[in-house]
């Protein structure tokens, strides 16, 4: 033996000691490896429904924050926000591929659990995919119903005011349900606070808890991510639809105004025509609650039931029966559902009604204000609901119409669908006045000509409510306004001598001192500024000057006599200021003052060169 | 050598590795933070509070219901006001109202709600029956259940005439009821 080899034999000895050291030292006698899972069992159709729900989630991602940039969360404007923005064609396919991908999210989540059933694939290895598929379609249910509520329409209001009755009959917490999901008597702004909350928070990050499961569950054996064929497809199908078929939106939310198209959505329809067929009470309760009772316990416990792949399937056929009567049975439940109702022209085949809609119209017309207001807040709400019934006008005649008057008819509709959406999009006041009056003449042209009557057009004024007078303002006690000794040595200011040669000059000297005294008396408003008595006695000198001046009144008084009478009647007005007290005594004394003043100016013989009126003084 | 040591068996189950540790440590007090941040949130909802019987509101005066042919129900509006989270806001309900005999009292008439008790939609008369558009439940001229699934009649509502503006008036008092079951039980909140 080389000393090569030896050494190596060597080495080989020393580490296997070291080895054996060490798992002496833990306590065992061999390596523990960490068992690897088993491999779930391949199958060819997983990976591109899990693709595709990856896919429809991404979609209703994005389209979903598209939503939530315009979406206004209050019961009032959610429709009107919506409608706003489904203006823009943009808009309006954003919409709809998040209505379309959340239809497409629910089948998808209904056809997963199917062909796991079908195969057995709920079985071990594969129970925590059938777990998470389970998960996925219940969060996919509650994405759907939170959802449905937010735009808070005719339809999302009444089906959820049915869901909430329906979520109060649930065994031992229905009530505490109820309450919790609607926070008061009926849905409303605290309903849709918590419904946005759990839409648009608590729902999505459960569904983050799933998706790396997900991601795993859409991987071929050795494949990278999902099926991008299936990806760019699932894409190209919700876009294609959305381009075709619109997300419905209808009239604004009202709990007082009936809604006979109400019906679930389309995988509701068994469960809706098995409520109408039993009667309320218990019967109700169990066709609500068992069967998710039911489905909840095969999700949760058919992983133990059948425990592994690799035994004999005792309770396969028996579940691939059952799941296939439950899949047949759904679809002709739901059949003869919709069936049911064309034939009663019932739900969405209700049939519309003149009466009705021009009830229906005329509350709109009510909630657009009477003419002589300001248009109200919520005008833009009234007006989209008037803009959308003016249109089912078009082609819905009344009884006894003419041939010849029906494109009149037509035309008319079509005006008043135009009138009521400028009035949703025109800022100026002025303009959308005149657009509801407009459209109130269009209603009262059609019924002049086809019911032979006259309209009343403006809503009721609501009655003026009772108010208690103010209180009479606490006034000061009265005081003399001028001082008599002050008033005794005072000489007027010097007048510059360019007013001096002007009438209109000194008349405005004499406005400008009868003001400041006004202000000083607090019949003027502004502040007192000066001695009252050095401003009547300026006063007293400008109307003792221009008075004087008839020659240069520029014409205004032909008559001599005449401007000489409401001089004197002037001067005697304004002596009486000298004993005037604060008050009302001295807003009688400033009264007479200002009657000769009017009356002179008003008096002349020829137009005045300038408006002048004695209660510009007052401001 | 190293001193050799027996080994001891292999233990029945795997042992707890450290990763498996760390997963349940998380997922413990994880769900032990959840559920009480759940419980938090849900203790912090304002609960909807006891709202007080709504007052007797006019509906018409007794002389414009002489024209109320008996057995012919006649729709009514009436607008309330309704607590609904942080703010007060204004509710139109209809009612039926149906005269039962002649006379001028409240008991020549009756007044019922146009919740359908089956699941809470609104209920629409014919004039000689009222019928529930969602679920085709139908109620006799007198409010009693005829066809469909709706577990009792509609629901009466309170009727007083009182005087109003010098004049009587019939007068009734809004009151709504817990849906889907055959007990009137009165809701309040």
Same mark, same amino acid.
């Given at each position: 033996?080389?000393?090569?080899?030896?050494?190596?034999?060597?080495?080989?000895?020393?580490?296997?000691?070291?080895?054996?050291?060490?798992?002496?030292?833990? =306590?065992?006698?061999?390596?523990?490896?960490?068992?690897?899972?088993?491999?779930?069992?391949?199958?060819?159709?997983?990976?591109?429904?899990?693709?595709?729900?990856?896919?429809?989630?991404?979609?209703?991602?994005?389209?979903?924050?598209?939503?939530?940039?315009?979406?206004?969360?209050?019961?009032?404007?959610?429709? +009107?926000?919506?409608?706003?923005?489904? @203006?823009?064609?943009?808009? #309006?396919?954003?919409?709809?591929?998040?209505?379309?991908? +959340? =239809?497409?999210?629910?089948?998808?989540?209904?056809?997963?659990?199917?062909?796991?059933?079908?195969?057995?694939?709920?079985? !071990?290895?594969?129970?925590?995919?059938?777990?998470?598929?389970?998960?996925?379609?219940?969060?996919?249910?509650?994405?759907?119903?939170?959802?449905?509520?937010?735009?808070?329409?005719?339809?999302?209001?009444?089906?959820?005011?049915?869901?909430?009755?329906?979520?109060?009959?649930?065994?031992?917490?229905?009530?505490?349900?109820?309450?919790? #999901?609607?926070?008061?008597?009926?849905?409303?702004?605290? +309903? &849709?606070?918590?419904?946005? %909350?759990?839409?648009?928070?608590?729902?999505?990050?459960?569904?983050?808890?799933?998706?790396?499961?997900?991601?795993?569950?859409?991987?071929?054996?050795?494949?990278?991510?999902?099926?991008?064929?299936?990806?760019?497809?699932?894409?190209?199908?919700?876009?294609?639809? #959305?381009?075709?078929? /619109?997300?419905?939106?209808?009239?604004?939310?009202?709990?007082?105004?009936?809604?006979?198209?109400?019906?679930?959505?389309?995988?509701?329809?068994? &469960?809706?025509?098995?409520?109408?067929?039993?009667?309320? /009470?218990?019967?109700?309760?169990?066709?609500?609650?068992?069967?998710?009772?039911?489905?909840?316990?095969?999700?949760?416990?058919?992983?133990?039931?059948?425990?592994?792949?690799?035994?004999?399937?005792?309770?396969?056929?028996?579940?691939?029966?059952?799941?296939?009567?439950?899949?047949?049975?759904?679809?002709?439940?739901?059949?003869?559902?919709?069936?049911?109702?064309?034939?009663?022209?019932?739900?969405?085949?209700?049939?519309?009604?003149?009466?009705?809609?021009?009830?229906?119209?005329?509350? !709109? =017309?009510?909630?657009?204000?009477?003419?002589?207001?300001?248009?109200?807040? =919520?005008?833009?709400?009234?007006? !989209?609901?008037?803009?959308?019934?003016?249109? !089912?006008?078009?082609?819905?005649?009344?009884?006894?119409?003419?041939?010849?008057?029906?494109?009149?008819?037509?035309?008319?509709?079509?005006?008043?669908?135009?009138?009521?959406?400028?009035?949703?999009?025109?800022?100026?006041?002025?303009?959308?006045?005149? &657009? @509801?009056?407009?459209?109130?003449?269009?209603?009262?042209?059609?019924?002049?000509?086809? %019911?032979?009557?006259?309209?009343?057009?403006?809503?009721?004024?609501?009655?003026?409510?009772?108010?208690?007078?103010?209180?009479?303002?606490?006034?000061?006690?009265?005081?003399?306004?001028?001082?008599?000794?002050?008033?005794?040595?005072?000489?007027?200011?010097?007048?510059?001598?360019?007013?001096?040669?002007?009438?209109? @000059?000194?008349?405005?000297?004499?406005?400008?001192?009868?003001?400041?005294?006004?202000?000083?008396?607090?019949?003027?408003?502004?502040?007192?500024?000066?001695?009252?008595?050095?401003?009547?006695?300026?006063?007293?000198?400008?109307?003792? &000057?221009?008075?004087?001046?008839?020659?240069?009144?520029?014409?205004?008084?032909?008559?001599?006599?005449?401007?000489? @009478?409401?001089?004197?009647?002037?001067?005697?007005?304004?002596?009486?200021?000298?004993?005037?007290?604060?008050?009302?005594?001295?807003?009688?004394?400033?009264?007479?003052?200002?009657?000769?003043?009017?009356?002179?100016?008003?008096?002349?013989?020829?137009?005045?060169?300038?408006?002048?009126?004695?209660?510009?003084?007052?401001? | 050598?190293?001193?050799?040591?027996?080994?001891?068996?292999?233990?029945?189950?795997?042992?707890?590795?450290?990763? *498996?540790?760390?997963?349940?440590?998380?997922?413990?007090?994880?769900?032990?933070?959840?559920?009480?941040?759940?419980?938090?949130?849900?203790?912090?909802?304002?609960?909807?509070?006891?709202?007080?019987?709504?007052?007797?509101?006019?509906?018409?005066?007794?002389?414009?219901?002489? $024209?109320?042919?008996?057995?012919?129900?006649?729709?009514?509006?009436?607008?309330?006001?309704?607590?609904?989270?942080?703010?007060?806001?204004?509710?139109?309900?209809?009612?039926?109202?149906?005269?039962?005999?002649?006379?001028?009292?409240?008991?020549?008439?009756?007044?019922?709600?146009?919740?359908?008790?089956?699941?809470?939609?609104?209920?629409?008369?014919?004039?000689?029956?009222?019928?529930?558009?969602?679920?085709?439940? $139908?109620?006799?001229?007198?409010?009693?259940?005829?066809?469909?699934?709706?577990? *009792?009649?509609?629901?009466?509502?309170?009727?007083?005439?009182?005087?109003?503006?010098? $004049?009587?008036?019939?007068?009734?008092?809004?009151?709504?009821?817990?849906?889907?079951?055959?007990?009137?039980?009165?809701?309040?909140?």
């Amino acid at each position: 033996m080389s000393d090569a080899s030896q050494s190596s034999s060597q080495i080989q000895q020393e580490l296997l000691a070291e080895v054996q050291a060490e798992l002496a030292r833990r =306590n065992t006698s061999q390596v523990a490896r960490k068992p690897e899972p088993p491999p779930v069992a391949p199958d060819a159709i997983s990976p591109l429904v899990a693709s595709a729900l990856l896919t429809c989630l991404a979609l209703l991602a994005g389209t979903g924050i598209g939503l939530a940039l315009v979406y206004a969360p209050s019961p009032d404007d959610a429709a +009107a926000s919506l409608d706003w923005m489904q @203006r823009s064609g943009v808009g #309006a396919w954003v919409r709809a591929m998040h209505w379309h991908g +959340a =239809n497409l999210m629910v089948a998808l989540c209904g056809a997963y659990l199917f062909w796991l059933v079908w195969r057995g694939l709920y079985r !071990r290895p594969g129970q925590v995919r059938w777990w998470r598929c389970g998960a996925l379609g219940a969060l996919a249910l509650a994405f759907y119903m939170t959802g449905q509520f937010l735009p808070c329409d005719q339809n999302a209001l009444h089906g959820t005011v049915i869901r909430l009755g329906y979520l109060a009959e649930a065994p031992l917490a229905g009530p505490w349900l109820r309450e919790m #999901a609607a926070g008061g008597s009926e849905p409303g702004f605290a +309903a &849709l606070a918590r419904f946005l %909350a759990l839409h648009v928070i608590v729902l999505p990050a459960a569904t983050l808890l799933l998706l790396r499961g997900l991601w795993g569950d859409a991987r071929y054996a050795g494949g990278a991510g999902p099926v991008i064929g299936v990806a760019a497809t699932v894409v190209a199908l919700v876009a294609l639809a #959305a381009l075709f078929v /619109g997300a419905p939106l209808g009239l604004a939310g009202n709990p007082g105004e009936p809604f006979p198209q109400a019906r679930p959505e389309w995988f509701g329809l068994a &469960l809706f025509l098995l409520v109408k067929a039993v009667p309320g /009470g218990t019967a109700q309760q169990a066709v609500l609650f068992v069967p998710p009772a039911l489905a909840l316990a095969a999700l949760g416990g058919l992983p133990f039931v059948e425990t592994a792949a690799a035994q004999p399937a005792r309770l396969h056929k028996p579940l691939r029966v059952a799941a296939l009567v439950c899949l047949v049975a759904g679809l002709m439940l739901s059949l003869v559902a919709v069936w049911e109702d064309h034939k009663q022209k019932a739900g969405w085949f209700t049939q519309p009604e003149l009466d009705k809609l021009m009830a229906q119209i005329g509350r !709109r =017309n009510e909630a657009l204000g009477h003419s002589t207001h300001p248009l109200p807040a =919520n005008a833009h709400a009234a007006a !989209r609901d008037a803009r959308l019934l003016s249109a !089912r006008l078009r082609g819905l005649y009344v009884a006894d119409i003419e041939e010849s008057q029906k494109a009149q008819w037509d035309q008319w509709a079509t005006d008043m669908e135009s009138l009521a959406d400028r009035i949703i999009t025109t800022t100026a006041e002025t303009e959308r006045r005149k &657009l @509801r009056a407009q459209l109130r003449q269009v209603c009262a042209d059609c019924h002049k000509l086809h %019911a032979d009557e006259e309209i009343a057009l403006e809503p009721k004024l609501p009655a003026p409510v009772a108010r208690r007078p103010d209180p009479p303002p606490e006034t000061p006690p009265a005081r003399p306004l001028l001082d008599p000794a002050r008033l005794a040595g005072l000489a007027p200011l010097a007048i510059e001598a360019r007013d001096l040669r002007s009438t209109r @000059r000194l008349m405005n000297r004499a406005k400008f001192r009868l003001r400041d005294l006004m202000r000083a008396a607090g019949e003027s408003e502004g502040e007192p500024e000066g001695s009252p008595e050095q401003h009547f006695v300026d006063l007293r000198e400008a109307v003792r &000057l221009f008075g004087a001046k008839w020659d240069d009144n520029q014409g205004t008084h032909a008559d001599k006599a005449a401007w000489d @009478r409401y001089m004197r009647d002037l001067g005697a007005a304004l002596d009486g200021l000298r004993d005037a007290k604060t008050g009302p005594d001295a807003r009688a004394r400033f009264a007479a003052v200002g009657k000769v003043c009017d009356d002179c100016h008003n008096a002349g013989d020829w137009a005045e060169p300038f408006e002048w009126q004695f209660s510009d003084l007052k401001r | 050598m190293p001193p050799s040591r027996t080994p001891t068996p292999p233990p029945a189950s795997a042992p707890e590795t450290p990763a *498996r540790r760390d997963f349940l440590r998380v997922a413990v007090h994880g769900g032990v933070l959840l559920g009480a941040a759940g419980a938090g949130c849900l203790a912090a909802l304002p609960r909807a509070t006891e709202e007080p019987p709504d007052d007797l509101l006019p509906l018409a005066e007794i002389a414009a219901l002489a $024209k109320l042919e008996p057995g012919t129900p006649q729709r009514f509006e009436i607008t309330l006001a309704r607590r609904d989270g942080w703010r007060v806001v204004q509710r139109t309900r209809r009612l039926f109202l149906l005269r039962r005999s002649g006379g001028d009292t409240a008991a020549a008439f009756a007044a019922f709600s146009s919740v359908c008790p089956h699941a809470g939609c609104e209920v629409e008369t014919t004039g000689k029956e009222y019928i529930c558009p969602c679920h085709q439940a $139908k109620f006799d001229a007198n409010g009693e259940a005829a066809a469909g699934p709706a577990p *009792r009649g509609l629901d009466p509502l309170e009727l007083a005439v009182q005087p109003r503006d010098g $004049k009587p008036w019939l007068h009734v008092r809004w009151q709504e009821f817990v849906t889907g079951i055959a007990q009137r039980v009165p809701r309040t909140t």
